[in-house]
């Protein structure tokens, strides 16, 4: 069994965190609003925490692999399909029920929202299914290759899905907003873990790298006359780089143990901050251009200010699913469903032997 890394669960809280500041950034219409100094300020900043996302997805390669083969647990996802449903379904009805004076929300809009992955409500977890399935035969190809040819396949994906891609857009990867980038960022995370390659970065460098790549990617979408996106989506090379470093920085941090108790209470309910917040109504009622009046804010003053509106967006979340979680312990919920879930998979067993399969 492999010894929990407090590292990259630290890693994994703050790149969530960091997602609650793109979207104050960008939906919350911060930068949108914003002009001159404070919008440069804005614009870097937003850039410096972008990675996120490749992070959280290198970070689900790096967990999951391993170089001995081990059974799949396909129950985790019914875990999370749950919790998805449990906010979709839940706020939408809250919403029906008690803040629909302009009936903008009506049977189909609670219909949809019982079929989260289906209907896109959540773009990452609609990916994150479709990965999710795949993983064990992309974890037993890699362990099919050696190091060198690992090395090979990462470099061939960066060329032609960061490098490439980022310039030209011609492979269909939508900035990063799609499976197939998911399933690259996986891979990334498996290479990281198979051929140990972060090993002889230095903190104090890979902080350097991963600042200098969010200031220049920054500074290249407010300056550049050419297209003013290329370092600024998921699939460019600077955020791949910046995913890295971070990479290379937690899995070296040495975590205390009164702040492995702080991970350690975090990390359950980490997802459930994405889930909530970024719910459709959620992000159209609220969240939508909520933070444009910052902008009128001092350009000094602007990152301080989005890190408390985020940190207080993260920390209600956390709580909410902390509670959830709790809820869901005291009516053992999830042991039901596991119970039945492992019934259901015995019973399909005996049909498949029966059939000769």
């Known amino acids: 069994m492999d010894k929990r890394n407090f590292g990259i669960d630290s890693l994994r809280i703050l ?7 793109i979207h104050i950034l960008g939906w919350g219409g911060l930068i949108d609003a914003s002009s001159g100094a404070e919008y440069l300020t804005a614009t870097i ?13 290198m970070i689900s390669g790096y967990v999951m692999y391993s170089e001995v083969e081990k059974p799949y647990r396909y129950f985790k996802y019914i875990n999370i399909w749950i919790q998805v449903f449990f906010y979709s379904f839940a706020i939408t009805f809250i919403a029906f029920v008690f803040f629909n004076e302009s009936h903008t929300i009506g049977w189909k809009e609670l219909l949809k929202s ?25 974890n037993r190809i890699a362990r099919h290759l050696s190091n060198k040819q690992m090395h090979g396949l990462i470099l061939t994906v960066f060329i032609l899905f960061s490098c490439h891609e980022s310039v030209f857009g011609q492979f269909g990867l939508m900035r990063g907003f799609n499976f197939v980038w998911l399933v690259i960022m996986y891979l990334f995370g498996v290479w990281i873990k198979k051929c140990n390659i972060l ?28 297209k003013e996106d290329l370092l600024m989506m998921y699939t460019s090379p600077t955020m791949v780089l910046m995913g890295l470093m971070l990479m290379a ?13 702080i991970v350690r209470f975090l990390t359950p309910a980490v997802f ?22 910052l902008s009128a804010h001092q350009w000094w003053s602007i990152p301080f200010i989005v890190v408390g509106y985020a940190l207080c ?15 869901f312990d005291w009516f053992k919920i999830n042991k039901l469903v596991e119970k039945t879930y492992l019934k259901v998979e015995k019973r399909l067993k005996q049909l498949l032997r029966k059939s000769g399969f």
């Open 199 to 226: 090993c002889t970065i230095q903190s104090g460098w890979a902080l350097l790298i991963f600042l200098l790549c969010g200031v220049v990617s920054g500074l290249f979408k407010v300056y550049s006359p050419y």
């Open 249 to 261: 920085i937690f899995l070296k941090l040495k975590v205390g143990k009164s702040t492995q108790s």
């Open 114 to 138: 019982a079929f989260p992955v289906s209907t896109n409500a959540y773009w990452y977890f609609t990916a994150y299914t479709a990965l999710f399935f795949i993983i064990p035969f992309l």
């Open 272 to 293: 459930g901050v994405y889930i909530i917040h970024m719910h459709p109504i959620i992000k159209t009622n609220l969240l939508n251009n909520a933070f444009a009046a």
């Open 15 to 21: 790149a969530m965190f960091f997602v609650v500041v």
């Open 45 to 57: 900043f937003k850039a410096i925490v972008y990675c996120a996302v490749n992070c959280y997805a």
């Open 313 to 327: 967006i993260f920390v209600v979340c956390i709580f909410i699913e902390k509670a959830r979680l709790f809820l």
